[in-house]
């Protein structure tokens, strides 16, 4: 299995930045799909983004798309979410997650990640 630790959460105004990472050990990250979900107090997880194994194909929610972006590191075995003009709403715990399937999914739902972190906090202050 796959063990995944993020970091990179902290305290920032609005419009600002943050770049947060997810990093992997116990299998080489490249055998998973990888994606970042966040909770916002009081609100289910959500889809944030995920990327393909190869870093090529990438999908992001509509709240967040032209704003975040991810990217991967397969030979780091690190997986990044780049944050731009942030906004209040974005604050949230951040979670990255790793996907072991290949077919008939979508990689926006909870259930089709096998494995995740324990998140980190992302808060924006107005």
């Known amino acids: 299995q796959v063990q995944l630790i993020e970091s990179g959460g902290g305290l920032v105004q609005a419009g600002g930045s943050l770049r947060l990472s997810c990093a992997a050990s116990?299998?080489?990250?490249?055998?998973?799909?990888m994606g970042w979900f966040r909770r916002a107090p009081g609100k289910e997880r959500e889809f944030v983004t995920s990327?393909?194994?190869?870093?090529?194909?990438?999908d992001y929610a509509d709240s967040v798309k032209g704003r975040f972006t991810i990217s991967r590191d397969n030979v780091k075995n690190t997986v990044f979410l780049q944050m731009n003009s942030l906004k209040p709403e974005d604050t949230a715990a951040y979670y990255c997650?790793?996907?072991?399937?290949?077919?008939?999914?979508?990689?926006?739902?909870?259930?089709?990640?096998?494995?995740w972190g324990q998140g980190t906090q992302v808060t924006v202050s107005s």
């Open positions: 997650a790793a996907g072991s399937r290949y077919y008939g999914l979508t990689w926006q739902r909870e259930n089709e990640y096998n494995y």
């Open positions: 116990g299998r080489p990250l490249s055998n998973y799909h």
């Open positions: 990327v393909s194994r190869s870093g090529t194909n990438t």
